[in-house]
């Protein structure tokens, strides 16, 4: 079956960095357009960044220039690079892979507080 498995979040003071990382398994990695998601408290799951199979990129206007993703075919996995976080990036975190279907990590929590 399809598991996309996240890791790398955790509690960070504001202007720090972090590093999330997604494994997916099950399908045919290297076809998929995979993306990171949001989702804070009271509010919807919103688009943070995405990566096309070719190596494409897109992000929401309010993590551009702090925020990277990439991918390693290879390895099935996609990362989130993370930096500068303020307060409002304090989120859960959801990985998506796009193709046929789509499919959905369990999430991973981020938060950025002093």
């Known amino acids: 079956q399809v598991q996309l498995v996240e890791s790398g979040g955790g509690l960070v003071q504001p202007g720090g960095s972090l590093r999330l990382s997604c494994a997916g398994s099950g399908i045919i990695f290297s076809i998929y357009t995979m993306g990171w998601y949001r989702q804070a408290p009271g509010k919807q799951r919103e688009l943070v960044a995405v990566i096309s199979r070719l190596g494409n990129t897109n992000y929401a206007s309010s993590v551009k220039g702090r925020f990277t993703i990439s991918r390693d075919n290879a390895k099935n996995t996609v990362h989130l690079q993370m930096n500068s976080l303020r307060p409002e990036d304090t989120a859960v975190y959801y990985c998506?892979?796009?193709?046929?279907?789509?499919?959905w990590g369990q999430g991973t929590q981020v938060t950025v507080s002093s």
């Open positions: 998506n892979a796009n193709y046929d279907a789509g499919y």
